[in-house]
């Protein structure tokens, strides 16, 4: 199940602070309506810390829950699948496709 869908954004600072290895800035396009009382990791600048006061505002995501399927791996920016356990139901299950950062050790 997606948690949610969002564009990746580039870049290594967040409001002039250096971004965690481990997390990656995303603008969260949506989100699956049954996440949305689920908090975040951090919380943003205004202190939003909930799925349900992010969408359309940079947040950062940890990047072992960051998930890119085929068709988002073009020069243009499209929302891309994040959460836990994505399966889209088409058999795009990111769990098989190769990822560019470590699987989640642990959840929080």
């Not at 580039?10 to 290895?21: A, F, N, T, V």
């Not at 068709?71 to 356990?85: E, I, N, Y």
Request: net charge negative; aromatic share 8%.
């Amino acid at each position: 199940m997606s948690v949610g869908m969002g564009v990746a954004l580039p870049g290594r600072m967040y409001y002039e602070q250096p971004i965690p290895d481990d997390y990656a800035r995303v603008e969260v396009m949506w989100i699956h309506p049954d996440q949305a009382d689920d908090e975040i990791d951090i919380p943003t600048p205004d202190r939003s810390m909930y799925l349900r006061s992010v969408v359309g505002k940079e947040v950062l995501w940890a990047r072992c829950d960051i998930y890119f399927d085929e068709s988002t791996l073009s020069s243009q920016p499209s929302p891309s699948p994040m959460g836990h356990d994505y399966d889209d139901g088409g058999g795009n299950d990111p769990a098989s496709t190769p990822r560019s950062t470590p699987p989640c050790t642990s959840n929080p």
